[in-house]
């Protein structure tokens, strides 16, 4: 007997759709994890204008944090916000990375935006940051369909941040990605300094390093009934002498980039286990 459990089919998908394009203009859609109300994106949608027809689909609210995930446990929604007939303003109540595959399929089902471009991202995504980061998860999201994808971060937390520096950066950039397309299974995290005038622009490798301490309490005790934390920490940066990652260069005032792929394949290792081979 066959104890298997079946679980219910999953329905077919349907609802495709495609926003009316212009051929000769190119697509970009837009994303964040700080939410569509945030300084960092009105920031990057003035920096796009006149570069083509800018479609935004971003977070309801601020998702930091969410890496890949998406939503498959509940229905998501998504709605317009405004659209002037060159920038076009949705929300969803999703993740990052449920924004770029709703709009890929209501928006650009016939038709593959040119680029998918994420942030400004109120906070740096460096180093081992980029795994657990919402910016950089929807870039991938974008990067594994075939669409080239560049996340942007800025190293100011603050709400308030001002990211008057970084929209000329973030045009020139998205100007010569769309000049020189990226090979597909590759998309670049660029990050910049909170300084008015970085020193340039160093394309580096992502730094060796990670989080710890990462808890403060805050009250209670989980053995008699619930305690509190909240997210902090101290980064550990494995490799403080290095001069070719992009903490040094954003330590030395430098904005970094630094090209990411998809595939997460540890060629140089296969030797190593081939004690598993029988």
């Known amino acids: 007997m066959n104890n298997t459990s079946q679980l219910p089919p999953r329905p077919v998908a349907s609802g495709f759709g495609q ?8 697509a970009i859609l837009v994303t964040n994890d700080d939410g569509y109300e945030a300084g960092g994106l009105v920031s990057l949608v003035t920096a796009l204008r006149g570069l083509g027809r800018i479609i935004v689909c971003a977070p309801d609210s601020p998702r930091s944090g969410y890496s890949a995930s998406y939503t498959s446990s509940r229905p998501i929604n998504l709605s317009l916000v405004s659209d002037d ?11 990052p990375v449920d924004c770029v595959k ?3 399929h209501r928006f650009f089902h016939e038709r593959k935006p040119d680029l998918v471009l994420s942030g ?5 995504n460096d180093s081992v940051c980029v795994m657990y980061s919402g910016t950089m998860g929807a870039v991938l999201e974008g990067c594994a369909v075939g669409i080239p994808s560049i996340g942007f971060s800025l190293l100011n937390l603050s709400p308030m941040a001002d990211f008057t ?19 597909r299974g590759v998309c670049l995290n660029v990050n910049i300094p ?29 053995q008699t009934d619930m305690s509190w934390f909240q997210v902090t920490g101290t980064y550990i940066n494995n490799e403080p002498e290095a001069t ?4 040094y260069w954003l330590e030395h005032y430098y904005v970094s980039v630094v090209p990411t792929t998809i595939d997460q394949t540890a060629y140089r290792h296969f030797d190593l286990f081939d004690y598993l081979v029988k």
């Open 165 to 183: 520096h970084v929209i000329p950066i973030a045009r020139s950039i998205t100007e010569q990605v769309l000049a020189n397309p990226m090979p």
């Open 120 to 124: 400004i991202n109120h906070g740096g």
């Open 19 to 26: 926003l009316p394009l212009d051929a000769n203009r190119p």
């Open 244 to 247: 070719d990652t992009d903490r």
């Open 194 to 222: 909170d300084v008015a005038e970085p020193k340039g622009i160093r394309i580096c490798r992502q730094a060796d390093g990670y989080w710890e301490n990462e808890y403060h309490y805050i009250e209670g005790d989980e």
């Open 102 to 104: 709703i709009a890929l």
């Open 85 to 95: 007939g060159e920038v076009a303003v949705y929300f969803c109540n999703g993740t």
